[in-house]
């Protein structure tokens, strides 16, 4: 009996043992589960902003702190960074995040794609910039469909190519910015569907070609930039649906003319920048339909002549830039269409820098400088130097003061040092006028017209001096024989201030082979008389 009992209680024994063993593992495996899911959680979430406790490529520094409240999250890049890696996932932390910034820190970082899969994680990112990365090409639709988007800049890439749709579908872009690359063209269908775009940057590239309606989607932008790239050649189809475009860069280009109607397809352009080409010609109607232009660079080209009515149908211009070319004259016919336009206080017009000839075709420029409100613009026509030819001095004087004086300074240069100093900072040129064999005559002549002294000059095999405009009087100019351009010059356009002085109205006329002006005041006088005498 008693032995029934032991072996029952024993068997008891057991089973509570082994309960109780079995509910001290499930509460084992129970606290490991809830840790285990505890640690997965807390992975899941890990900040962006803050990596500390992470092995990560990148670095990030936010505007805020804490998970899902940040707005800015600007990350560096110091390792390759693979476009498949779990890191990309900890992005979705900074949900909210609306100005994301990648800048690659050389020499180990790289990153050789767009990350797209951050782009679909953050639906809020308003402004997306890319630097330093080495993309080459931006593939078909790497930037579609991303509506919150408004501003993307890719600069110092390395892009090399544009794929057909690159950019597509992003009704809410408004810049994009692909600087310092190294595009070689712009094909057509590389922006497409952007109805909100309205400016766009590809300087600093290499472009040479930009097929015919490149930019035909583009129907809202209002800049384009193109400056400091290779561009040779204009044509209006590489501007066709530009119908919005207000401003224009092409400086620092290759651009050798600009032919008939180049702009045409921009009729609301009111700025256009070709500083720093080669431009040699510019077609009678190369701004053809310019109504709207208001400022025109062409500084640092190699124009040699204008055509008369260049600027006859963009009436508008009001800033108008020629420094630094090849003109040896700027008649008034040139100006014509636009002079009463730079009256004003806002206007501006720059001839500097040029080789203009000392002759009559420059006397209208007496009138501009007397009827211009703007300070600035006359000081800078008072300013304009021009070459006036010598009757007596030959190039072979010329030639020889020049040897002479490089062989004083060469045998005494010690002297010459003293000497230049002595006189305040003389320079080698002026040595030319004490050296060059010219006759009395001359000299008496130039008495009336030289306030300072001058430098001689050679231009076109004529021997003369460089001059400042101003420091001659307009009827003392030599005029050259009139050609048809200058007959067809008329009237100066009518004066704006009573007290104008002498060039500022009037008209000029051709008499034995010279220019004659006659003032307003003079011609009202000789109407009136002529209406009594008449009646």
């Given at each position: 009996?008693w032995?029934?009992?032991r072996?029952a209680?024993?068997?008891?024994?057991?089973?509570?043992?082994?309960a109780?063993?079995?509910s001290?593992?499930?509460?084992t495996k129970?606290?490991?589960i809830?840790k285990?899911s505890k640690?997965?959680?807390?992975?899941?979430?890990?900040?962006?902003?803050d990596?500390?406790?992470l092995?990560?490529?990148?670095?990030?520094?936010c505007?805020?702190v804490?998970?899902?409240?940040?707005?800015?999250?600007?990350?560096?890049?110091?390792?390759k960074?693979?476009?498949?890696?779990?890191?990309?996932?900890?992005?979705?932390?900074?949900?909210?995040?609306?100005?994301?910034?990648f800048?690659?820190?050389?020499p180990?970082?790289?990153?050789?794609?767009?990350p797209?899969q951050?782009?679909?994680?953050?639906?809020?990112?308003?402004?997306?910039?890319?630097?330093?990365a080495k993309?080459?090409?931006l593939?078909?639709?790497?930037?579609?469909n991303?509506?919150?988007?408004n501003?993307?800049?890719l600069?110092?890439?390395?892009?090399?190519?544009?794929?057909?749709?690159?950019?597509?579908?992003?009704?809410?872009l408004?810049?994009?910015?692909?600087?310092?690359?190294?595009?070689?063209?712009?094909r057509r269908?590389?922006?497409?569907?952007?109805?909100s775009?309205?400016?766009?940057?590809?300087n600093?590239?290499?472009?040479t070609?930009?097929?015919?309606?490149?930019?035909s989607?583009?129907?809202?932008?209002?800049?384009?930039?193109l400056?400091?790239?290779?561009?040779s050649?204009?044509?209006r189809d590489?501007?066709n649906?530009?119908?919005?475009l207000?401003k224009?860069?092409?400086?620092?280009?290759?651009?050798?003319?600009?032919?008939?109607?180049?702009?045409?397809?921009?009729?609301?352009?009111?700025?256009l920048?070709?500083?720093?080409?080669?431009?040699?010609?510019?077609?009678?109607?190369?701004?053809?339909?310019?109504r709207?232009?208001?400022?025109?660079?062409?500084s640092?080209?190699?124009?040699?002549?204008?055509?008369?009515d260049?600027?006859?149908?963009?009436?508008?211009?009001?800033f108008?830039?020629?420094?630094d070319?090849l003109?040896?004259?700027?008649t008034?016919?040139?100006?014509k269409?636009i002079?009463?336009n730079?009256y004003?206080?806002?206007s501006?017009f720059?001839?500097?820098?040029?080789?203009?000839i000392?002759d009559?075709?420059?006397?209208?420029i007496?009138?501009?400088?007397?009827?211009t409100?703007?300070?600035?613009?006359?000081?800078?026509?008072?300013?304009?130097?021009?070459?006036?030819e010598?009757?007596?001095?030959?190039?072979?004087?010329?030639?020889d003061?020049?040897?002479?004086?490089?062989?004083?300074?060469?045998?005494?240069?010690?002297?010459y040092?003293?000497d230049?100093?002595?006189?305040?900072n003389?320079?080698?040129?002026?040595?030319l006028?004490?050296a060059?064999?010219?006759?009395?005559s001359?000299?008496?002549?130039?008495?009336?017209?030289?306030?300072?002294?001058?430098?001689?000059e050679?231009?076109?095999?004529?021997?003369?001096?460089?001059?400042?405009?101003?420091?001659?009087?307009?009827?003392?100019?030599?005029?050259?024989?009139?050609?048809?351009?200058?007959?067809?010059?008329?009237?100066?356009p009518?004066?704006r201030h009573?007290?104008?002085a002498?060039g500022?109205?009037?008209i000029?006329?051709?008499?034995?082979?010279?220019?004659?002006?006659?003032?307003q005041?003079?011609?009202?006088?000789?109407?009136?008389?002529a209406?009594?005498?008449f009646?």
């Amino acid at each position: 009996m008693w032995d029934v009992i032991r072996i029952a209680f024993v068997l008891e024994l057991c089973l509570l043992i082994l309960a109780i063993t079995t509910s001290e593992g499930a509460k084992t495996k129970l606290k490991n589960i809830k840790k285990l899911s505890k640690e997965v959680k807390e992975i899941k979430e890990v900040d962006i902003c803050d990596l500390q406790k992470l092995e990560a490529p990148f670095f990030c520094y936010c505007n805020g702190v804490g998970v899902k409240n940040v707005t800015d999250t600007n990350c560096l890049i110091f390792d390759k960074f693979e476009e498949v890696n779990p890191l990309w996932n900890h992005f979705e932390s900074q949900i909210f995040t609306e100005k994301l910034t990648f800048k690659v820190r050389l020499p180990n970082g790289n990153l050789t794609y767009i990350p797209t899969q951050v782009l679909k994680q953050l639906k809020h990112v308003h402004i997306l910039i890319i630097e330093y990365a080495k993309i080459h090409k931006l593939q078909e639709n790497v930037f579609s469909n991303y509506t919150a988007m408004n501003e993307i800049s890719l600069m110092r890439n390395s892009i090399t190519s544009l794929a057909e749709y690159a950019f597509n579908n992003m009704k809410n872009l408004i810049f994009i910015n692909l600087d310092e690359n190294q595009i070689t063209e712009i094909r057509r269908l590389s922006f497409v569907n952007l109805p909100s775009l309205k400016k766009l940057m590809i300087n600093k590239n290499n472009i040479t070609t930009i097929y015919a309606q490149a930019f035909s989607y583009l129907n809202t932008l209002q800049e384009l930039e193109l400056n400091g790239n290779q561009i040779s050649v204009i044509t209006r189809d590489m501007f066709n649906g530009l119908r919005s475009l207000q401003k224009l860069d092409l400086r620092n280009n290759l651009v050798h003319m600009i032919g008939e109607e180049s702009f045409m397809e921009m009729p609301e352009l009111q700025e256009l920048q070709l500083d720093q080409n080669m431009i040699e010609y510019i077609s009678q109607k190369a701004l053809a339909g310019m109504r709207n232009l208001k400022v025109l660079k062409l500084s640092e080209n190699k124009l040699a002549a204008l055509d008369p009515d260049f600027l006859s149908q963009a009436p508008g211009v009001n800033f108008l830039d020629l420094r630094d070319n090849l003109l040896k004259t700027m008649t008034f016919d040139n100006v014509k269409p636009i002079v009463t336009n730079l009256y004003n206080n806002i206007s501006y017009f720059y001839l500097n820098g040029n080789k203009l000839i000392c002759d009559c075709k420059l006397q209208w420029i007496w009138g501009l400088r007397n009827e211009t409100r703007n300070i600035k613009l006359r000081e800078n026509l008072e300013e304009l130097t021009c070459f006036l030819e010598s009757k007596n001095a030959s190039v072979k004087s010329v030639k020889d003061a020049e040897r002479n004086s490089a062989l004083a300074i060469a045998r005494n240069p010690d002297e010459y040092m003293f000497d230049n100093l002595k006189e305040g900072n003389r320079g080698t040129n002026d040595y030319l006028d004490d050296a060059t064999n010219y006759d009395d005559s001359y000299e008496d002549e130039e008495k009336e017209v030289q306030k300072s002294p001058t430098k001689m000059e050679i231009i076109d095999g004529k021997v003369g001096y460089m001059k400042e405009l101003f420091q001659l009087k307009p009827e003392d100019l030599p005029c050259p024989e009139p050609s048809r351009e200058d007959l067809m010059a008329s009237e100066q356009p009518s004066s704006r201030h009573a007290n104008a002085a002498v060039g500022s109205a009037g008209i000029f006329f051709f008499s034995s082979g010279k220019i004659h002006y006659v003032s307003q005041s003079v011609l009202a006088l000789s109407f009136l008389v002529a209406s009594r005498f008449f009646t």
